[in-house]
Protein backbone atom coordinates (compact mmCIF):
# COMPACT_ATOMS: atom_id res chain seq x y z
CA UNK A 1 0.00 0.00 0.00
CA UNK A 2 0.86 3.82 0.02
CA UNK A 3 1.11 6.49 3.34
CA UNK A 4 -1.69 8.30 4.35
CA UNK A 5 -2.08 11.66 2.07
CA UNK A 6 -1.48 14.58 4.02
CA UNK A 7 -4.70 16.49 4.67
CA UNK A 8 -4.45 20.16 4.89
CA UNK A 9 -7.96 21.46 4.51
CA UNK A 10 -11.49 20.00 4.24
CA UNK A 11 -14.21 21.54 4.50
CA UNK A 12 -17.23 18.47 3.01
CA UNK A 13 -20.02 20.10 1.16
CA UNK A 14 -21.76 17.04 0.57
CA UNK A 15 -24.79 14.90 1.84
CA UNK A 16 -24.36 11.58 0.14
CA UNK A 17 -22.50 8.21 0.95
CA UNK A 18 -18.92 8.80 1.65
CA UNK A 19 -15.95 6.35 1.68
CA UNK A 20 -15.08 3.13 3.52
CA UNK A 21 -13.22 3.00 6.43
CA UNK A 22 -10.24 1.91 4.82
CA UNK A 23 -10.35 4.52 2.01
CA UNK A 24 -10.62 7.11 4.46
CA UNK A 25 -7.42 6.15 6.48
CA UNK A 26 -5.79 6.43 3.38
CA UNK A 27 -7.10 9.44 1.72
CA UNK A 28 -6.48 10.58 5.34
CA UNK A 29 -10.15 12.25 5.24
CA UNK A 30 -13.28 11.90 3.21
CA UNK A 31 -14.95 11.73 -0.01
CA UNK A 32 -19.37 12.84 0.08
CA UNK A 33 -21.27 12.72 -3.30
CA UNK A 34 -23.48 15.32 -3.87
CA UNK A 35 -26.94 14.94 -4.59
CA UNK A 36 -27.43 13.24 -7.59
CA UNK A 37 -28.56 15.52 -9.88
CA UNK A 38 -32.11 14.24 -11.98
CA UNK A 39 -31.50 15.87 -15.48
CA UNK A 40 -28.31 14.05 -16.28
CA UNK A 41 -25.14 12.09 -14.45
CA UNK A 42 -23.70 13.71 -11.72
CA UNK A 43 -20.04 14.95 -13.48
CA UNK A 44 -16.83 14.94 -12.14
CA UNK A 45 -13.36 15.06 -14.13
CA UNK A 46 -9.63 14.21 -13.14
CA UNK A 47 -6.41 15.90 -14.18
CA UNK A 48 -2.86 15.77 -13.25
CA UNK A 49 -1.74 19.37 -14.45
CA UNK A 50 2.26 20.60 -14.03
CA UNK A 51 3.09 23.61 -12.26
CA UNK A 52 2.09 25.60 -14.99
CA UNK A 53 -1.01 23.94 -15.89
CA UNK A 54 0.18 21.85 -19.04
CA UNK A 55 -1.25 18.22 -19.06
CA UNK A 56 1.22 16.54 -21.73
CA UNK A 57 4.47 17.00 -23.28
CA UNK A 58 3.12 16.24 -26.63
CA UNK A 59 5.31 14.06 -27.77
CA UNK A 60 6.22 10.16 -28.82
CA UNK A 61 6.29 8.26 -25.45
CA UNK A 62 5.68 11.08 -23.38
CA UNK A 63 2.15 12.18 -24.30
CA UNK A 64 0.36 10.72 -21.08
CA UNK A 65 -0.49 12.12 -17.38
CA UNK A 66 2.19 9.54 -16.29
CA UNK A 67 4.33 11.78 -17.59
CA UNK A 68 3.54 15.24 -15.71
CA UNK A 69 2.74 13.17 -12.14
CA UNK A 70 6.39 11.48 -12.51
CA UNK A 71 4.59 7.85 -11.98
CA UNK A 72 3.13 8.88 -8.43
CA UNK A 73 1.55 6.22 -7.00
CA UNK A 74 -0.72 8.47 -4.87
CA UNK A 75 -2.39 9.86 -7.93
CA UNK A 76 -2.94 6.43 -9.18
CA UNK A 77 -4.42 5.57 -6.39
CA UNK A 78 -6.82 9.02 -6.00
CA UNK A 79 -7.27 7.99 -10.04
CA UNK A 80 -8.53 4.77 -9.37
CA UNK A 81 -11.10 6.27 -6.36
CA UNK A 82 -12.45 8.38 -8.55
CA UNK A 83 -13.11 5.97 -11.19
CA UNK A 84 -14.66 3.79 -8.62
CA UNK A 85 -17.42 5.72 -8.39
CA UNK A 86 -17.96 6.32 -12.02
CA UNK A 87 -20.94 4.36 -13.83
CA UNK A 88 -19.48 5.68 -16.43
CA UNK A 89 -15.86 7.55 -17.77
CA UNK A 90 -16.18 10.31 -20.75
CA UNK A 91 -13.22 10.09 -23.13
CA UNK A 92 -12.58 12.60 -26.33
CA UNK A 93 -11.42 10.69 -29.44
CA UNK A 94 -7.75 12.31 -29.26
CA UNK A 95 -7.52 10.78 -25.71
CA UNK A 96 -8.48 7.40 -27.31
CA UNK A 97 -6.25 7.47 -29.98
CA UNK A 98 -3.51 8.31 -27.70
CA UNK A 99 -4.31 5.67 -25.32
CA UNK A 100 -5.21 2.60 -27.34
CA UNK A 101 -4.02 0.12 -24.93
CA UNK A 102 -5.43 1.42 -22.31
CA UNK A 103 -9.01 -0.26 -21.06
CA UNK A 104 -10.21 2.08 -18.66
CA UNK A 105 -10.86 -1.23 -16.09
CA UNK A 106 -10.88 -1.46 -12.16
CA UNK A 107 -6.72 -2.26 -10.97
CA UNK A 108 -5.45 -0.90 -14.04
CA UNK A 109 -3.39 2.02 -12.44
CA UNK A 110 -3.70 0.69 -8.81
CA UNK A 111 -3.87 -2.87 -8.05
CA UNK A 112 -6.34 -3.07 -4.51
CA UNK A 113 -9.53 -5.03 -4.04
CA UNK A 114 -11.09 -2.70 -2.19
CA UNK A 115 -12.02 -0.33 -5.32
CA UNK A 116 -13.95 -3.08 -6.75
CA UNK A 117 -15.65 -3.40 -3.24
CA UNK A 118 -16.42 -0.04 -3.44
CA UNK A 119 -18.20 -0.75 -7.10
CA UNK A 120 -20.10 -3.27 -5.64
CA UNK A 121 -21.49 -2.12 -2.56
CA UNK A 122 -22.44 1.28 -4.40
CA UNK A 123 -23.83 -0.83 -6.88
CA UNK A 124 -22.14 0.24 -10.26
CA UNK A 125 -21.30 -2.62 -12.90
CA UNK A 126 -17.66 -3.92 -12.64
CA UNK A 127 -17.11 -2.66 -15.97
CA UNK A 128 -18.07 1.39 -16.12
CA UNK A 129 -19.32 2.02 -19.40
CA UNK A 130 -17.27 4.17 -21.76
CA UNK A 131 -18.88 7.31 -23.46
CA UNK A 132 -16.73 8.41 -26.04
CA UNK A 133 -16.93 12.09 -27.71
CA UNK A 134 -16.16 12.53 -31.31
CA UNK A 135 -18.02 14.29 -33.93
CA UNK A 136 -16.20 12.61 -36.75
CA UNK A 137 -16.93 8.82 -35.41
CA UNK A 138 -13.77 8.65 -36.85
CA UNK A 139 -12.41 5.81 -33.85
CA UNK A 140 -9.33 4.32 -33.89
CA UNK A 141 -8.58 0.49 -32.73
CA UNK A 142 -8.20 0.41 -28.88
CA UNK A 143 -8.24 -2.38 -26.40
CA UNK A 144 -11.29 -0.24 -24.47
CA UNK A 145 -13.59 -0.82 -27.43
CA UNK A 146 -13.21 -4.53 -27.51
CA UNK A 147 -13.69 -5.31 -23.82
CA UNK A 148 -17.40 -6.38 -22.66
CA UNK A 149 -18.92 -2.87 -21.58
CA UNK A 150 -21.28 -1.14 -22.50
CA UNK A 151 -20.37 1.90 -25.34
CA UNK A 152 -21.66 5.22 -26.06
CA UNK A 153 -20.80 7.67 -28.31
CA UNK A 154 -21.74 11.22 -28.33
CA UNK A 155 -21.77 12.51 -32.09
CA UNK A 156 -23.52 14.01 -35.01
CA UNK A 157 -25.61 11.64 -37.57
CA UNK A 158 -22.85 11.41 -40.18
CA UNK A 159 -20.36 10.35 -37.16
CA UNK A 160 -22.72 7.70 -35.99
CA UNK A 161 -23.21 6.62 -39.34
CA UNK A 162 -19.47 5.83 -40.37
CA UNK A 163 -18.76 4.72 -36.66
CA UNK A 164 -20.92 1.51 -36.70
CA UNK A 165 -19.43 0.66 -39.53
CA UNK A 166 -16.93 -0.45 -37.54
CA UNK A 167 -18.22 -0.73 -34.43
CA UNK A 168 -21.83 -1.87 -34.89
CA UNK A 169 -22.78 -2.13 -31.18
CA UNK A 170 -21.90 1.33 -30.03
CA UNK A 171 -24.80 3.63 -28.84
CA UNK A 172 -24.69 6.47 -30.90
CA UNK A 173 -26.61 9.83 -28.64
CA UNK A 174 -26.97 12.65 -31.45
CA UNK A 175 -29.01 15.97 -30.53
CA UNK A 176 -32.52 16.22 -32.09
CA UNK A 177 -31.45 17.51 -35.13
CA UNK A 178 -28.25 14.61 -35.53
CA UNK A 179 -25.99 17.58 -34.30
CA UNK A 180 -23.18 16.99 -31.49
CA UNK A 181 -25.34 17.98 -28.05
CA UNK A 182 -23.65 17.08 -25.10
CA UNK A 183 -26.97 18.60 -22.57
CA UNK A 184 -28.75 15.97 -24.75
CA UNK A 185 -26.29 13.14 -24.35
CA UNK A 186 -25.71 13.54 -21.04
CA UNK A 187 -30.19 13.63 -20.44
CA UNK A 188 -29.94 10.58 -22.30
CA UNK A 189 -27.39 8.56 -20.51
CA UNK A 190 -29.38 9.42 -17.21
CA UNK A 191 -33.07 8.84 -18.35
CA UNK A 192 -32.66 5.83 -20.83
CA UNK A 193 -29.62 4.05 -19.52
CA UNK A 194 -29.46 4.75 -15.66
CA UNK A 195 -26.04 6.50 -16.01
CA UNK A 196 -25.76 8.16 -12.62
CA UNK A 197 -22.27 9.38 -12.12
CA UNK A 198 -19.53 10.04 -14.85
CA UNK A 199 -16.00 10.80 -14.58
CA UNK A 200 -14.34 12.84 -17.27
CA UNK A 201 -10.91 11.69 -18.50
CA UNK A 202 -10.74 13.65 -21.72
CA UNK A 203 -8.28 16.51 -22.62
CA UNK A 204 -8.62 20.02 -22.34
CA UNK A 205 -11.01 20.15 -25.31
CA UNK A 206 -13.34 18.20 -23.97
CA UNK A 207 -13.07 19.72 -20.34
CA UNK A 208 -13.69 22.49 -22.06
CA UNK A 209 -17.14 21.92 -23.54
CA UNK A 210 -17.88 20.39 -20.39
CA UNK A 211 -17.12 24.43 -19.14
CA UNK A 212 -18.93 25.83 -21.92
CA UNK A 213 -22.13 23.79 -21.47
CA UNK A 214 -21.88 24.07 -17.50
CA UNK A 215 -21.62 20.42 -16.96
CA UNK A 216 -19.08 19.87 -14.61
CA UNK A 217 -20.23 19.04 -10.51
CA UNK A 218 -16.61 19.01 -8.95
CA UNK A 219 -13.07 18.64 -9.84
CA UNK A 220 -10.05 16.39 -9.07
CA UNK A 221 -6.50 18.09 -9.68
CA UNK A 222 -3.35 17.00 -8.90
CA UNK A 223 -0.74 19.51 -8.92
CA UNK A 224 2.50 17.90 -9.99
CA UNK A 225 6.10 20.55 -9.46
CA UNK A 226 7.57 19.86 -12.71
CA UNK A 227 7.54 22.73 -15.20
CA UNK A 228 6.66 21.51 -18.67
CA UNK A 229 6.07 25.09 -21.03
CA UNK A 230 5.21 25.45 -24.27
CA UNK A 231 7.57 25.75 -27.07
CA UNK A 232 7.98 27.96 -30.67
CA UNK A 233 7.05 26.43 -33.73
CA UNK A 234 7.73 24.36 -35.38
CA UNK A 235 7.38 22.25 -32.55
CA UNK A 236 4.43 21.23 -31.32
CA UNK A 237 2.55 22.91 -28.63
CA UNK A 238 2.06 21.32 -25.22
CA UNK A 239 -1.49 21.59 -24.23
CA UNK A 240 -3.20 23.14 -21.24
CA UNK A 241 -6.01 22.27 -18.71
CA UNK A 242 -8.84 24.11 -20.78
CA UNK A 243 -8.47 24.05 -24.51
CA UNK A 244 -10.82 25.20 -27.45
CA UNK A 245 -13.06 28.22 -25.53
CA UNK A 246 -12.39 31.30 -23.13
CA UNK A 247 -14.27 33.16 -21.01
CA UNK A 248 -14.85 37.12 -20.77
CA UNK A 249 -13.02 38.53 -17.81
CA UNK A 250 -16.16 40.18 -16.44
CA UNK A 251 -17.41 36.97 -15.29
CA UNK A 252 -15.17 33.69 -15.17
CA UNK A 253 -15.84 30.41 -13.94
CA UNK A 254 -14.40 29.87 -10.63
CA UNK A 255 -13.12 26.93 -8.18
CA UNK A 256 -14.56 26.60 -4.40
CA UNK A 257 -11.95 24.83 -2.85
CA UNK A 258 -13.58 21.58 -0.81
CA UNK A 259 -9.90 19.99 0.10
CA UNK A 260 -6.26 20.37 -0.48
CA UNK A 261 -4.15 17.13 0.39
CA UNK A 262 -0.45 16.81 -0.39
CA UNK A 263 2.37 14.25 -0.94
CA UNK A 264 5.84 15.61 -1.21
CA UNK A 265 5.59 18.50 -3.54
CA UNK A 266 2.36 16.96 -5.18
CA UNK A 267 -1.20 18.69 -3.92
CA UNK A 268 -4.42 16.93 -4.43
CA UNK A 269 -7.28 19.65 -5.15
CA UNK A 270 -10.75 18.77 -4.66
CA UNK A 271 -13.11 21.88 -5.92
CA UNK A 272 -16.93 22.64 -6.77
CA UNK A 273 -16.87 23.88 -9.74
CA UNK A 274 -19.13 27.89 -9.76
CA UNK A 275 -20.09 29.19 -12.82
CA UNK A 276 -21.88 32.48 -13.01
CA UNK A 277 -25.49 32.91 -14.60
CA UNK A 278 -23.85 35.54 -17.07
CA UNK A 279 -20.22 33.52 -17.53
CA UNK A 280 -19.81 33.87 -21.35
CA UNK A 281 -17.41 31.48 -23.75
CA UNK A 282 -16.13 32.90 -26.22
Sequence with gaps: M?????????????????LPEVMRAVYNGDWRLPVL??????????FVVSHDGRIAFNQPGWNGGNAISRGSR???????????????????????????????????????????????AEGRP??????????????????????????????????????RQRYPHLICLTGADGQLDLIAALAQLRHNYGIRTLLSEGGGRTYGTLLANHLIDEVFLTISPIIVGNPSPPLSPRPGL???????????????????????????QRANIVIPPDAKPV
Design 2 to 18: IAPFTLLFEEEPNPGPG
Design 37 to 46: PTHRPLVWTN
Design 74 to 120: HDHWLMELVRARADAILVGNATLRAARRHRWAPGEVFAWPEFAALRE
Design 126 to 163: ALPALVILSASGELPAAVALDLPRTLFLVTTAEGAGRA
Design 242 to 268: VEGVGFTPQSPPYLRLISLRRVDDMLF
